[in-house]
């Protein structure tokens, strides 16, 4: 049997390293995963309440218009219930997105290096993807980061979809608010523009913008953004999007895979979303670790830019494999991007310091840079 050509053509899963596996692999006791961006924290514990109320009526379907989370959601970000879709995971609803706006031959433009999932879906909907370089930093100085002019000159009467991912995702650098503001004001009104805003409330620089709020009076813009990341729920696969124009939330909601976005995730999102204090105060201790693993990163010689997102990027080039190899076989799970460096996210003190001791260890063994 042969899957279609674009199918055929797309790498195979390759599942990331399991801690567990990787402990008993190399004996020792515990291995630590920095790979995936998950916050350290255990769940909230009014999330771990309402799923243990929600386990009790799971032999039902979940409500799938989820209009309690539809609703909270709302309120939250102060717009109407009609444009906002919730889906299972952001990445589904990229995939919605991708089904409900490309025709075949259509295209989607993105910066790249960005969130790996962009290339893969425009793909599966036999859209032409148009990658974008990031204009290069330079070391000492800011990281790789969206060239928003190269990307608006990129567009043309094919592109149907825009991804700016922002902060980006594996770089952690961040575009500004007048940069953007250009941006969106040069895209045609038939291209709809998705800021990817997946790590938003890891974000602190004043001058990075608030999508929902640079979204209003723009009806080609939606903002997406996540509870894997900050609220904690990565196990949990839910996801939104906000639309200036309730017609693209309705689109996407068209294409949203029945009950995909299940009667345990609905509930979480919603304690989740009550808790807010407690996400506020987690996303503060992941940012003051954030800063101090930078600097512990610069102490030690490494160019490292500021992050807004909850990671951090080694831009290592040639040795990003043999690194992250190295750091594996001291226990640390790293997620590397051969060629280009390693995304590390940021953990706990205790594994970062972990990680600070591993990556000391490997270059005293091998002194490279
Ligand atoms: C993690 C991430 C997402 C969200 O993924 P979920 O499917 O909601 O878990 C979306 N975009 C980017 C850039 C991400 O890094």
Redesign the pocket.
Known sequence: MSARPAVQALPAYRPGRNPADLAREIGVDRAIKLA??EVAFPPLPAVVQALAAAAGETNRYPDNGAVVLTRALADRYDVDPAQVVT??????I?QELAQAFNDPGTSIAFAWR??E?YPLLARVAGARAVQVPLTPGRPGGPADTHDLEAMAAAIDDTTRLVFV?NP??PTGTAVRRAGLEKFLDAVPEQTLVVL?E??REFVTDPDVPDGIELMRGRPNVAV?R????AWGL?GI???YLVAEDPAVAEAVGKTHMPFSVSMLAQAAAVAALASEDEVRARCAAVVAERDRLTAALRERGMDVADSQANFVWLPVGEQTAALAAALEARAVITRPFAGEGIRVTVGTPEEDDVFLAALDDVRAAAPAS
Do not use: Q
């Open positions: 995936s961006n889906g299972c995971g952001a990445v589904t990229c960005s969130f999932m991912c980006n995702n990817d997946a790590y997406l996540t509870f894997s990341k990565a696969r839910v996801g």
